[in-house]
């Protein structure tokens, strides 16, 4: 047993264990949130935003030498139609297979769930669903490719009817040890000079071919190799190369998502605040321990902030979880990231019953919840209120979400799962409320409506539909 992991499990009777426990989901909380407007790093992203603001494509150039190491002229930014269509010629063909498939799977999903086709309009008063003009996606950048948020996040835009979608992703394609997966995927994605590590860095300004391959298959034209706060900035104010978007979806690392909340509201409109990775997992003694901690390390490889947490009633499966994590470990490639993620935000947690289970994950609200009960585990998924996303049964990892069965994995982390949601088709869409009365209508409602303007102290109301009513 690696020493290491002896401190995940926490049971119940345990002195201290709630305080335990609410003290695990207050680190948690604090690790995913982004820093505070007086702090340095929102000072510095302000910065960055107000300068490609005011600057446009001179900024945006000048910080991706200075952060990505990348000297490219504004001409440069935009991927040429001829590099997606030759990423595309390129890709193996048995991985575009998967990738359409998935990619229908999505589309199939995000069309049964669009509303924007329920307009509707009776007796005076209706609603009409608009999709956004123009959307721009965040897809992150560094070790490994993710083609999957190409599709994950362009495809509900395409079934809303966005006409124009441009995709963002930092120039940081290398083909040597990037294609092994030996970093991690956010660790190097446009972040601040004094924030990283460049000693084994060999950009080459490039994004990696499977995502451009992922653009052309899905007749997306406009791609930019740009990353980074100065990205989010290009989208959201504009520059002399890159329009403005009016949303930005798509996850990225801290300064990404800093980026995105201070434009937020007044430039575009976003998806959400999404942090590291998290998973939390119901489980009984119907559950197979080895699948928990396969499920557990399946975060935990994402990084050293991400966190898995069980909550079981079952003190044999909590040991039997640590055991198969110690022996798992031997054999995973991002042993050490997913090491470190363990022992600091991840737990196996014994509760005196289920209800308790389910008391608790509804309080940490996770991106991605599981529940592992056997015959009980559709009971209980109909009491999860806050969650991402919930897997449901033994045979639904994770993993089928984020590839193939079509919700988007783009979710919300930090326990902002209480307001926030998966992003979805129905988010590229605006309603606008219809309203149409008759002049009999008017009549009748016009001395109730003359009342409450006159409350209020607002005349020249009151004198609009007295107008009416006299001509």
């Given at each position: 047993?690696?020493?290491?992991?002896?401190?995940?499990?926490?049971?119940?009777?345990?002195?201290?264990?709630?305080?335990?426990?609410?003290?695990?989901?207050?680190?948690m909380l604090q690790a995913a949130r982004l820093a505070g407007p007086d702090s340095e790093q929102n000072r510095t992203v302000v910065g960055i935003l107000r300068d490609v603001a005011e600057r446009g494509d001179p900024a945006v150039a000048e910080y991706t030498q200075k952060f990505d190491g990348v000297a490219l002229e504004p001409s440069q930014f935009r991927v040429g139609t001829d590099e997606l269509s030759k990423a595309h010629d390129s890709l193996d063909r048995s991985l575009l297979a998967s990738l359409r498939k998935a990619a229908a799977n999505v589309r199939a999903y995000q069309e049964k769930i669009f509303i924007g086709r329920r307009s509707e309009f009776s007796r005076g008063t209706g609603i009409k669903y608009v999709p956004i003009r123009r959307a721009g996606v965040c897809v992150p950048g560094a070790a490994a490719p993710l083609p999957s948020t190409?599709?994950?996040?362009?495809?509900?835009?395409?079934?809303?009817?966005?006409?124009e979608i441009a995709v963002i992703s930092p120039p940081r394609y290398r083909s040597s040890t990037e294609d092994r997966g030996q970093t991690t995927n956010e660790s190097r994605a446009s972040v601040p000079a004094r924030q990283m590590s460049c000693g084994d860095a060999r950009p080459t300004g490039s994004i990696h071919p499977v995502i451009l391959a992922v653009c052309h298959e899905l007749g997306i034209a406009e791609v930019y190799r740009i990353g980074g706060v100065q990205a989010v900035g290009a989208l959201a104010c504009g520059t002399q190369t890159i329009a403005?978007?009016?949303?930005?979806?798509?996850?990225?690392?801290?300064?990404?998502?800093?980026?995105?909340?201070?434009?937020?509201?007044d430039y575009v409109g976003i998806d959400s605040i999404a942090g590291p990775s998290e998973v939390l997992v119901i489980a009984n003694d119907q559950a197979n321990p080895a699948w928990v901690a396969t499920d557990m390390l399946s975060q935990a490889e994402h990084g050293t902030d991400s966190s898995a947490i069980v909550l079981t009633d079952a003190p044999a499966l909590a040991q039997a979880i640590l055991e198969q994590l110690s022996r798992q470990l031997e054999s995973l490639p991002r042993a050490a990231d997913a090491l470190q993620s363990l022992t600091r935000f991840s737990r196996i947690i014994v509760v005196g019953n289920l209800d308790d289970a389910i008391r608790w994950a509804n309080e940490f609200a996770t991106e991605h919840l599981e529940v592992q009960c056997g015959d009980?585990?559709?009971?209980?998924?109909?009491?999860?209120?806050?969650?991402?996303?919930?897997?449901?049964?033994?045979?639904?990892?994770?993993?089928?979400?984020?590839?193939?069965?079509?919700?988007?994995?783009?979710?919300?982390?930090?326990?902002?799962?209480?307001?926030?949601?998966?992003?979805?088709?129905?988010?590229?869409?605006?309603?606008?409320?219809?309203?149409?009365?008759?002049?009999?209508?008017?009549?009748?409602?016009?001395?109730?409506?003359?009342?409450?303007?006159?409350?209020?102290?607002?005349?020249?109301?009151?004198?609009?539909?007295?107008?009416?009513?006299?001509?």
């Amino acid at each position: 047993m690696n020493p290491s992991l002896q401190e995940l499990v926490l049971s119940f009777s345990d002195p201290g264990f709630e305080a335990r426990l609410r003290k695990l989901r207050s680190e948690m909380l604090q690790a995913a949130r982004l820093a505070g407007p007086d702090s340095e790093q929102n000072r510095t992203v302000v910065g960055i935003l107000r300068d490609v603001a005011e600057r446009g494509d001179p900024a945006v150039a000048e910080y991706t030498q200075k952060f990505d190491g990348v000297a490219l002229e504004p001409s440069q930014f935009r991927v040429g139609t001829d590099e997606l269509s030759k990423a595309h010629d390129s890709l193996d063909r048995s991985l575009l297979a998967s990738l359409r498939k998935a990619a229908a799977n999505v589309r199939a999903y995000q069309e049964k769930i669009f509303i924007g086709r329920r307009s509707e309009f009776s007796r005076g008063t209706g609603i009409k669903y608009v999709p956004i003009r123009r959307a721009g996606v965040c897809v992150p950048g560094a070790a490994a490719p993710l083609p999957s948020t190409v599709i994950m996040t362009v495809v509900p835009a395409q079934v809303a009817g966005v006409q124009e979608i441009a995709v963002i992703s930092p120039p940081r394609y290398r083909s040597s040890t990037e294609d092994r997966g030996q970093t991690t995927n956010e660790s190097r994605a446009s972040v601040p000079a004094r924030q990283m590590s460049c000693g084994d860095a060999r950009p080459t300004g490039s994004i990696h071919p499977v995502i451009l391959a992922v653009c052309h298959e899905l007749g997306i034209a406009e791609v930019y190799r740009i990353g980074g706060v100065q990205a989010v900035g290009a989208l959201a104010c504009g520059t002399q190369t890159i329009a403005k978007v009016d949303k930005i979806v798509g996850p990225g690392n801290k300064w990404v998502q800093s980026a995105k909340k201070n434009v937020a509201g007044d430039y575009v409109g976003i998806d959400s605040i999404a942090g590291p990775s998290e998973v939390l997992v119901i489980a009984n003694d119907q559950a197979n321990p080895a699948w928990v901690a396969t499920d557990m390390l399946s975060q935990a490889e994402h990084g050293t902030d991400s966190s898995a947490i069980v909550l079981t009633d079952a003190p044999a499966l909590a040991q039997a979880i640590l055991e198969q994590l110690s022996r798992q470990l031997e054999s995973l490639p991002r042993a050490a990231d997913a090491l470190q993620s363990l022992t600091r935000f991840s737990r196996i947690i014994v509760v005196g019953n289920l209800d308790d289970a389910i008391r608790w994950a509804n309080e940490f609200a996770t991106e991605h919840l599981e529940v592992q009960c056997g015959d009980r585990s559709r009971q209980i998924a109909e009491r999860i209120t806050n969650a991402g996303a919930v897997f449901i049964g033994p045979y639904t990892p994770v993993a089928v979400g984020d590839y193939w069965a079509g919700p988007s994995h783009t979710l919300p982390t930090g326990s902002r799962a209480r307001f926030s949601s998966a992003l979805t088709s129905n988010d590229f869409i605006k309603s606008i409320s219809l309203i149409e009365y008759t002049a009999d209508q008017l009549a009748a409602a016009a001395d109730d409506i003359i009342r409450l303007a006159a409350t209020e102290g607002l005349d020249a109301h009151a004198r609009s539909v007295q107008i009416r009513r006299r001509s």
